[in-house]
């Protein structure tokens, strides 16, 4: 969209210098302007996204970009920390992480400032396009996607089972759905996921299910790697038959869900299911595949909940749908005992 907003600018900023796709690279708008409080105007045009005011501009050379801390370093103060990130487009003899160390040491020398990767206060932000590096100062919270005032998720997931009853039928949508469900359990990262056929079942149908189940798996599992500050690991598969997962007796504390329509409402049973779950090692919730779960199996659930009354999910739906829904009504409970993020 970034010549669609570069119109909306010129005709915004008559005056201003407005330079779309610089060097070729696409998302990104310079411009140049000599007018004062500029952002209200351009934040009003819905297409852009965040304005970097920039404070220095420099030529992209390693000696240069470290020289102009002199005018970054006075903007961050002494009792604040500070961040260093770049990102470069184009070839240059120095690498992004050569930008971040040198600059970050030059700039900790003259502010007094310390490093905090995590949770900076401020982060100098380092553009280079092509021949040329524009530098800002931009305030921490800008870059901050996990604050310490939401619980992690994590707490209700990595003690999580789900109990999957594989997609049949023809190989080609036996694979899709495969990649589906295999992309919402690592999306999650839950403890284990376990397919598990009800009965006899045609074994290359099967397997195509597998293989979409692991080709999902590894490409949320990329993304992960990239987007996570914390170490992500591959959810573990497994093939177990439905019957004997609710048999196993060798799992203390396990809490067994079924979402059904049949059961009661999530909001008729949130408070106690919320504290079962808080106290089980071990929640094992399953989901069924282009028929739900057998009846046989509700005697021995510890829960059977409607998550949405009247409505019956789609088999791709039925993870995301589950897990969200738990977690609402878990979060709610950790909050009502004063759970701090690190507990």
């Known amino acids: 969209m970034e010549s669609v907003a570069a119109n909306y600018i010129r005709e915004a900023l008559p005056d201003a210098s407005v330079w779309a796709s610089p060097m070729g690279y696409s998302g990104l708008v310079i411009v140049e302007t000599d007018e004062e409080n500029v952002e209200e105007k351009i934040l009003a045009i819905p297409e852009v996204e965040r304005i970097i005011p920039v404070i220095v501009e420099v030529p992209a050379a390693l000696e240069r970009i470290v020289e102009s801390a002199e005018k970054l370093a006075p903007l961050i103060g002494a009792d604040e920390t500070f961040a260093v990130k770049t990102k470069r487009r184009g070839k240059h003899s120095f690498s992004s992480l050569d930008v971040n160390r040198e600059l970050g040491a030059r700039i900790r020398e003259l502010s007094g400032a310390d490093v905090n990767l995590s949770w900076p206060d401020r982060v100098v932000q380092v553009e280079i396009i092509g021949d040329k590096a524009y530098l ?98 591959k959810v573990p598969v497994s093939v177990w038959d439905l019957y004997q997962v609710v048999r196993d007796k060798r799992r203390s504390k396990r809490l067994l869900i079924i979402t059904d329509p049949k059961g009661p409402t999530l909001a008729e049973v949130k408070g106690s299911l919320a504290k079962d779950m808080f106290y089980a090692r071990e929640v094992v919730i399953f989901v069924g595949s282009r028929e739900g779960i057998p009846r046989g199996l509700f005697r021995f659930a510890d829960y059977v909940v409607d998550l949405a009354p009247y409505m019956t999910f789609a088999t791709e739906h039925g993870i995301p749908a589950a897990l969200v829904s738990l977690w609402e009504v878990y979060e709610e409970y950790l909050r009502g005992r004063g759970e701090a993020k690190d507990e």
Do not use: H
């Open 136 to 233: 800002s100062v931009l305030p921490g919270e800008e870059f901050r996607k996990f604050t310490p005032d939401k619980i992690d998720a994590r707490k209700l997931f990595r003690k999580v089972t789900l109990v999957q009853m594989p997609y049949w039928g023809d190989y080609k949508a036996c694979r899709s759905f495969g990649e589906k469900i295999g992309r919402a359990a690592q999306a999650f990262e839950v403890k284990e996921l376990v397919i598990a056929p009800k009965e006899k079942m045609d074994a290359f149908e099967l397997a195509e299910f597998i293989k979409g189940v692991k080709i999902g798996q590894e490409s949320r599992y990329q993304i992960q790697r990239e987007a996570y500050p914390w170490k992500v690991e």
